[in-house]
């Protein structure tokens, strides 16, 4: 049969056919072990027609998703839903039935395969059931775009979950609510942040992503237009959240969904504490930089000393941005003059 190939290692023979590719590269089944040529043929084909019609009864190897990763998750899905599913594909997908093409998975394949990771990790109902989600958009994309006849997710379902899950949910009573927030009274990144989140109900992600311009102070009104998310860097290294190592960066993006696009009214408790919250920090970390060239001004300074000391490639940058009358200058300026006056 043309599909299998005979090879001797030795004093045995192999049998070796080719099967799914992994991300583009070839991928093979084989068996050694077999000691006439004639024996390793038969078993070869009996592994191929087997692969052919079921999948099943040979060194199972990776089936690449990564055509439905690239041409709709990318397209469609928001970057920490990609992370998730990318990880499920990798972890538990390709792991258990990436040996199959996709033209031979089958509905009792893929049924089985969601009874045995219920069976064999007790994941929750839930990430069971994210599972379950990227099982069937795959395949589903793969029916939509002819890549396959029929579509073998159709029908597929979860085990019965006997105790229902718990209800994570806590509800703070007043009490907890003023634990919490005297807690931090003196961090006021994490005290504004969750007397926002306990008046007005907005997820953790639409609270960091606020900017004073989306505070109408006057019509006493929040707008939820974006949303913080967490990215790892291009070229990174596969190191999270180590000191000294980090490869992620914060980036505003899009809301999660339409409807999370809103403007929601606020009381006055809020209001107030915002607008105290930004009359008491004025401030930004470059403001530092700015006042301490301004300092060494005033003190007379030598401008290409603070140039040098700033890191400026040259002086006519220092000038520019850091030569600024204050008060005090102008002051020296005047009383300068009015000793010229004097001779006068």
Known sequence: MSNVTIQKRGKYYQYKFEIAKVDGKRKFANKSGFKTKAE???EGIIAYNNY??????????????????KNYC??????????????????????????YKISQITRSTLQEFINNIYIKKSFSKNFLNNIKKVVRGSVTYAYENDLIKTNPSIGLKLPKY?????????????????????????????????????????RASEVFALTWNDIDFRNKTISVNKNILKKNQAGGTKNRHISGKSTTVWYFGTCKTETSYR??????????ALKTYKKDIPCRFHDFRDTHAIKLIESGADIKSVSKRLGHRNIDITYNIYVRVTEKMEKETADKFETICKFL
């Open 162 to 202: 006997d105790v229902p899950p718990n209800d994570p949910a806590h509800i703070f009573t007043n009490e907890e609510i003023n634990l919490i927030l005297n807690r931090f009274k003196n961090n006021h990144c994490v005290y504004y942040a969750f007397l926002t989140a306990y008046c007005t109900g907005l």
């Open 74 to 99: 990318y397209m469609n899905l928001k970057y920490h839903t990609i992370e998730a599913y990318s990880s499920i594909v990798k972890n538990h997908i390709k792991p258990n039935i990436g040996f």
């Open 52 to 69: 052919i019609n079921t999948g099943h009864d040979f060194e199972p190897s990776d089936m690449s998703y990564s055509y439905w990763i």
């Open 263 to 272: 403007t929601i009214p606020i009381g006055d408790t809020l209001l107030n």
């Open 40 to 42: 390793a043929e038969r």
